[in-house]
């Protein structure tokens, strides 16, 4: 078994408070060199989270009040709330059945005018078909911003998630593959994309806190814009990197043990469960069923049984449209995000997960599919 968080991150956050440097410096450095370089990216710049990176994303794209910026509404609220955080409307887009994710048509069926940019999201890990949406977003003339706080080392044509993106935002959060405890990334090719949004997420500064007091000359720092503190800690990118570490043999795992779901669960009538797309390879970092018509059960009752069982299964993947924060917005028609949202749930994936483990989530939804 891969262990999720082990002695050797301890002793890698220990170590950093034991060089006295603990806020961001050399190991942030070297972390955004090789997460980046794992994603297929020139430039990574850490922050303290992928809200916070979603956030400088738009600030860096210019983006404000009066613009349009297309978002799943099928997501976890941070998507929406970015855009709101610069003043500009979030606009709901549905997504594909299979996927979860936005594509091309349903971009394009709630695009207007006034659309600055799309924030699409590998939800779930799954790949959004980027080769198509990378295209399609050239020819609207319109910036696509790629949430991929669940695809680390997830993968599309070939290519990890990330490569050939014009910016991605990533997340450490220990909900996600790779964690930080809490934590972000931003990665860009463009080295002037890179440059401004190490300034962002630094209060504007022309020169860091790391190079001033690297540096043996006094270095006056100048303040070039209104910006933010988003900077992460080096104790985080000293975790992060042992977790870097581990990355591909932690999604090996997922992979193999949900392929074992899927031996399982071919008999089972009226559910369907996520797969890879024909164009790429998932992480599993959320292994969700669907619970289609012919499915004897009711998604909340599923839920409730496998609780009994002793089972933590979780609801599907959210729909922002339906929470009280977006009472405000009537979105176009979203059918398939609220068939989702509604009719899914979340098994168990893990790395402490067994063989037993599975059998018991299998037995129960083959006892309620009929
Ligand atoms: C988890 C998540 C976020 C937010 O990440 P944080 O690092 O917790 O801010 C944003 N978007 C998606 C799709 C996520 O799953």
Same mark, same amino acid.
């Given at each position: ?27 942030v450095a070297r972390f955004e060199e090789e997460f980046a370089a794992s994603v297929g990216a020139r430039h990574g710049v850490a922050v303290?989270?992928c809200?916070t990176a979603l956030h400088l994303a738009l600030v860096l794209l210019e983006i ?28 709901? *887009?549905?997504?594909?059945? *299979?996927? #979860? ?15 600055r940019a799309v924030v699409a999201v590998h939800? =779930? =890990?799954?790949p959004f078909d980027v080769a198509a949406l990378r295209d399609a977003a050239g020819r609207w003339s319109v910036s696509l911003v790629e949430d991929a706080a669940?695809a680390a080392g997830s993968t599309a044509y070939g290519r990890p998630v990330g490569a050939g993106s014009t910016i991605s935002a990533w997340s ?6 790779l964690?930080? #405890?809490?934590?972000g990334m931003v990665t860009v090719d463009d080295p002037q994309w890179a440059a401004r949004l190490r300034r962002l997420r ?6 860091s ?21 988003y900077?992460m ?6 975790? #992060?990197?042992?977790?870097l =570490? ?33 164009y790429g ?43 009280? *924060?977006? *009472? ?43």
């Amino acid at each position: 078994m891969v262990p999720r968080l082990g002695e050797e991150e301890a002793q890698a956050a220990a170590e950093a408070v034991r060089s006295g440097w603990v806020a961001q410096g050399p190991r942030v450095a070297r972390f955004e060199e090789e997460f980046a370089a794992s994603v297929g990216a020139r430039h990574g710049v850490a922050v303290s989270s992928c809200t916070t990176a979603l956030h400088l994303a738009l600030v860096l794209l210019e983006i404000g009040p009066g613009d349009e910026v297309v978002v799943p509404s099928f997501s976890f609220i941070a998507t929406a709330n970015a855009v709101r955080y610069v003043g500009a409307t979030p606009v709901f *887009a549905d997504v594909d059945l *299979a996927t #979860g994710n936005v594509t091309v048509a349903t971009v394009d069926a709630v695009r207007t005018p006034r659309t600055r940019a799309v924030v699409a999201v590998h939800q =779930g =890990g799954v790949p959004f078909d980027v080769a198509a949406l990378r295209d399609a977003a050239g020819r609207w003339s319109v910036s696509l911003v790629e949430d991929a706080a669940c695809a680390a080392g997830s993968t599309a044509y070939g290519r990890p998630v990330g490569a050939g993106s014009t910016i991605s935002a990533w997340s450490f959060h220990p909900r996600k593959l790779l964690t930080t #405890g809490e934590g972000g990334m931003v990665t860009v090719d463009d080295p002037q994309w890179a440059a401004r949004l190490r300034r962002l997420r630094e209060h504007g500064m022309n020169v860091s806190a790391a190079d001033r007091h690297a540096s043996t000359q006094p270095v006056l720092e100048s303040y070039l814009e209104t910006a933010f503190n988003y900077r992460m800690t080096d104790i985080q990118a000293a975790v #992060g990197l042992v977790q870097l =570490g581990r990355l591909a043999d932690l999604v090996a795992q997922r992979r193999a043990l949900a392929a074992r779901y899927h031996d399982l669960l071919a008999d089972v009538d009226g559910l369907t469960p996520v797969r890879d797309p024909e164009y790429g390879e998932t992480n599993y970092q959320s292994f969700w069923v669907r619970l289609d018509r012919e499915y004897a059960t009711g998604r909340d009752e599923v839920l409730a049984e496998l609780a009994a069982a002793g089972v933590s299964a979780r609801r599907g993947i959210m729909a922002a449209h339906l929470e009280p *924060a977006y *009472a405000d917005v009537t979105p176009a028609p979203l059918p398939v995000t609220e068939r989702l949202t509604r009719d899914s749930l979340i098994l168990p994936l893990h790395h402490a997960l067994t063989e037993a483990d599975q059998d018991l989530v299998v037995d129960v939804l083959r006892k309620l599919a009929r």
